[in-house]
């Protein structure tokens, strides 16, 4: 099993800038895709990008282009760099693994709003 911690989150002004990191408990370098996941009371859980072992990423539409998934496999560690934030973008923002291990951490709460 792996646990992850999210961190990063916080309000923002739409336009403006958050980078999201991701700690994991245990080396994610034998976990084939990682995966920034979102979810607000009015949707459920999402997987929003993706980034394979090879660096091959996945982004949903909405995200395409303001988002950009890294990951460092020394470090254990997945980031979601965001830009030209939007109200819509408001959410919990979780990682884990494609497909998820069972367990989520607490997530990192991102607010856009002005």
Not at 17 to 33: E, K, N
Not at 47 to 64: E, G
Request: glycine share 8%; with cysteine.
């Amino acid at each position: 099993q792996v646990q992850f911690v999210e961190s990063g989150g916080g309000l923002v002004q739409p336009g403006g800038s958050l980078r999201l990191s991701c700690a994991a408990s245990r080396r994610i370098s034998s976990i084939y895709i990682m995966g920034w996941y979102r979810q607000t009371p009015e949707k459920q859980r999402e997987l929003i990008a993706s980034i394979t072992s090879a660096d091959s990423t996945y982004y949903t539409d909405s995200v395409k282009g303001r988002f950009t998934i890294s990951r460092d496999n020394t470090n254990n560690m997945v980031h979601l760099q965001m830009n030209n934030l939007k109200p819509e973008d408001t959410a919990v923002y979780y990682c884990n693994g494609d497909p998820t291990f069972n367990d989520w951490g607490k997530g990192t709460q991102v607010t856009v709003s002005s």
